[in-house]
């Protein structure tokens, strides 16, 4: 069930229909080297994935990371949500899309809509993002959705910094 359209987008919750589409995304180089490693290798590893989650998320949070497919071809492209992270004291937005898609304000234009809606649906006041340090394409779409850059930030069980950013 579509939770949210834009101009170009749908976005829905993550379900095990999109178990390809989750391994392909989950060991992108950019994916592995700017958020990290899921341990997603398979279609048999999606579930694990899934449970522990975006599937935990919305039942302990009401939101988490969404699918984000074109409207006009139903490709699935990316995902994109906001998420509660240990470690950080408000919620997170969180984007990744595929390779192929980047450089056409897909990310933008889902983290949008997204903000818009969580903001909405469960009154979230300051929202906060994290990159990893060299990763100038999210820093980029964080500046486009308003969001400032507040430094660095460890999370606890991580060997390095990440740079922080929030929107109040």
Do not use: W
Not at 6 to 34: G, K, S
Not at 90 to 102: E, K, N, Q, T, V
Request: charged share 25%; with cysteine.
């Amino acid at each position: 069930m579509t939770l949210l359209e834009t101009a170009r987008l749908r976005l829905r919750r993550l379900d095990q229909n999109d178990a390809d589409f989750l391994v392909e995304l989950l060991n992108e180089p950019a994916f592995l080297d700017n958020i990290g490693d899921k341990g997603v290798r398979g279609v048999a590893d999606v579930p694990r994935y899934l449970g522990e989650g975006p599937m935990a998320s919305y039942a302990r949070y009401g939101y988490g990371l969404y699918l984000v497919e074109e409207s006009a071809s139903g490709a699935p492209v990316g995902m994109c949500g906001v998420l509660k992270r240990d470690g950080l004291d408000d919620p997170d937005l969180g984007f990744a899309f595929l390779a192929r898609y980047h450089g056409r304000g897909y990310a933008s234009e889902a983290g949008a809509a997204v903000l818009a809606y969580e903001r909405r649906r469960h009154g979230l006041g300051r929202i906060v993002a994290i990159t990893a340090m060299e990763n100038r394409g999210s820093m980029c779409v964080l500046a486009k959705l308003g969001f400032r850059d507040a430094g660095t930030i460890r999370l606890a069980g991580r060997d390095e910094d990440t740079r922080y950013f929030v929107l109040d």
